[in-house]
Each structure stands twice: as structure tokens, then as C-alpha cells.
T-cell receptor
């Protein structure tokens, strides 16, 4: 298996634009997680899916953030509209016991 | 609620010396404990885990961790540090209670610097 695949690896956008981050989990994993990492706040869990259903979204910062998992092999994290304070590295992870992380998407909002 | 504390932002050690990265945790039930490593511009990589059994757990790259229930600690150790071990290390915990789900709670991370 290729591991957790995230795209794009880097995203630069302007304030107010919509940003969509994509994740393909490891086949067979039923749990999927979205995290955000910044120097100031460290690693934060944004949302957790189990069997494609959102279980805990208490970490989603505000209504500008939304996440979907339409099927077992794909998830998206959308920010609309984006703001400079959303600049961070966003990670997707999958797995039930051990979580396996993707390489991340580095988002810069100018 | 579950929580993890990594009391040191950075640990400095000379190559060849033993290293310890500290972690303490708090859970309602019994803990599942994990260590992850993050190299620059990479995602977190699993190093080792404790679920049950022997308190000394061995993992990847020569790392090991000791579970101490009375001190609620799970310190990461390596007998002889390498420069290539320099990275950011995260401790994580999950409660074994059914309603805890599969979520991990991560510590704030400890940067390990190994100098030649």
C-alpha cells in the first residue's frame, strides 16, 4: 500500500479564496483523522471519521471549515473563505490503533 | 478526558550518549500509549506502542519506552543517540474505554537535538 496520500503537497492562495485539501486513506482503515499543525498551537485534531461518518468535529475552528468523507477511500477538508491565520500544515491520518499519517499539505494564505 | 504532557520543549544530547524524552499521561481507564517521530517536512511516523504486557516496549530505530503505571509515565529512551535521531517526538495516549473511540491525544512535542 502507498500509505496515506494527501494532495496537494503545497497550496498558496489569497485571502478569501476557497481551499480544498484531499486525502486518500490506507485501504481497509475505517477511521480517518484531519489534523492541523502550527508552531503556536502544535498538533490539533480537527475532525475524526469512522466508517465515513463524522464522529467528533469539536476541533473544527469555525464554520469556514468543513470536511466530508463521501466514501471509504476519499476525504476532503474545505476552507471557505480562507484567512491568513489558516496558514498551517494539514495532515490526514488513518488507522484504528496506530494512526498512519500522510505527508501533509502546507497551506499558505496570503 | 485524556491528556498528555511532554515537559521538555527540547532535549540536547551528544552523539553516543543515552537519551530520554519524557511523557506523562492522564486517562480514566487503562492507557494505550504511543510514540511518534516527525522529521522536517514529513508526516508523523509511528515508533512504538504500549497496550498491555511487558512494561518495556521496543520499537523502531533502536528506541524503547518504559511504561510506569504508578508514575503515569511513558518515557522514550535510546542507549546511544545518533545525529540522525534529531527530530520532533510526540507522545500520544488513547483511553481503553469503549466510548473513547479511536482518537489519540498528542503531547506538544519535544525537539531532540543530537550533536556530533
Amino acid at each position: 500500500d502507498a500509505g496515506v496520500i494527501q494532495s496537494p503537497r503545497h497550496e498558496v492562495t489569497e485571502m478569501g479564496q476557497e481551499v480544498t485539501l484531499r486525502c486518500k486513506p490506507i485501504s481497509g482503515h475505517n477511521s480517518l483523522f484531519w489534523y492541523r499543525q502550527t508552531m503556536m498551537r502544535g498538533l490539533e485534531l480537527l475532525i475524526y471519521f469512522n466508517n465515513n461518518v463524522p464522529i467528533d468535529d469539536s476541533g473544527m475552528p469555525e464554520d469556514r471549515f468543513s470536511a466530508k468523507m463521501p466514501n471509504a477511500s476519499f476525504s476532503t477538508l474545505k476552507i471557505q473563505p480562507s484567512e491568513p491565520r489558516d496558514s498551517a500544515v494539514y495532515f490526514c491520518a488513518s488507522g484504528e490503533g496506530i494512526q498512519y499519517f500522510g505527508a501533509g499539505t502546507r497551506l499558505s494564505v496570503l | 478526558a485524556q491528556s498528555v504532557a511532554q515537559p521538555e520543549d527540547q532535549v540536547n544530547v551528544a552523539e553516543g550518549n543515552p537519551l530520554t524524552v519524557k511523557c506523562t499521561y492522564s486517562v480514566s481507564g487503562n492507557p494505550y500509549l504511543f510514540w511518534y517521530v516527525q522529521y522536517p517536512n514529513r508526516g508523523l511516523q509511528f515508533l512504538l506502542k504500549y497496550i498491555t504486557g511487558d512494561n518495556l516496549v521496543k520499537g523502531s530505530y533502536g528506541f524503547e519506552a518504559e511504561f510506569n503505571k504508578s508514575q503515569t509515565s511513558f518515557h522514550l529512551k535510546k542507549p546511544s543517540a545518533l545525529v540522525s535521531d534529531s527530530a520532533l517526538y510526540f507522545c500520544a495516549v488513547r483511553d481503553d474505554k469503549h466510548n473513547a473511540g479511536n482518537m489519540l491525544t498528542f503531547g506538544g512535542g519535544t525537539r531532540l537535538m543530537v550533536k556530533p
